[in-house]
T-cell receptor, first 110, second 112 residues
């Protein structure tokens, strides 16, 4: 079945850029997502990208998609302590059966 | 425009009891998804419903778990005869005609 992989932990210093990586196996994925989960809370949709795009930028967030390698990344510029959270990558084919990665726990050090 | 609502936020049950988790989607959304998140793990898809229809239940355990999304009222995830392994956070998400899913705050189920 489909699978989504992420590294589990990432630590950066405040003000640096964070890059969170994700790989997926389903070549027919049409939409790929990044969600943020803070402790004790639900998931907040940060951004998503269609599979026919290779980049999307939204303020401090940049998403890069390499469809050939099935690799998705999320770059957070000027990382702040408020960015500390778990970041989930997810993919879907036409909106059914979203598959989530295990999440990357981002720690921002002062 | 209220977001996705889930209640209760916290639910404690003893082994063998029933748990009912409710989810009200965002206004105008007709697609509802249920996910389970075990401690320190990612989300696992359970079931995808539209009004009065189960579209995909490939992630639902075969026994004790059921879900519905009636014509009127919230979607319900029902767990019968709960066991300790059912302790988890259960998240509901809803979507409209595009492919954005919006999540509720979750129900944290603790089985004693």
């Amino acid at each position: 079945g489909e699978d989504v992989e992420q590294s589990l932990f990432l630590s950066v210093r405040e003000g640096d850029s964070s890059v969170i990586n994700c790989t997926y196996t389903d070549s027919s994925s049409t939409y790929l997502y990044w969600y943020k989960q803070e402790p004790g809370a639900g998931l907040q949709l940060l951004t998503y990208i269609f599979s026919n795009m290779d980049m999307k930028q939204d303020q401090r967030l940049t998403v890069l998609l390499n469809k050939k390698d099935k690799h998705l990344s999320l770059r957070i510029a000027d990382t702040q302590t408020g960015d500390s959270a778990i970041y989930f990558c997810a993919e879907t084919v036409y909106g059914q059966n979203f598959v989530f990665g295990p999440g990357t726990r981002l720690s921002v050090l002062p | 425009n209220a977001g996705v609502m889930q209640n209760p936020r916290h639910l404690v049950r003893r082994r063998g009891q029933e748990a009912r988790l409710r989810c009200s989607p965002m206004k105008g959304h007709s697609h509802v998804y249920w996910y389970r998140q075990l401690p320190e793990e990612g989300l696992k898809f359970m079931v995808y419903l539209q009004k009065e229809n189960i579209i995909d239940e490939s992630g639902m355990p075969k026994e004790r778990f059921s879900a519905e999304f009636p014509k009127e009222g919230p979607s319900i995830l029902r767990i019968q005869q709960v066991v300790r392994g059912d302790s988890a956070a259960y998240f509901c998400a809803s979507s409209g005609s595009n492919y954005e899913q919006f999540f509720g705050p979750g129900t944290r189920l603790t089985v004693l």
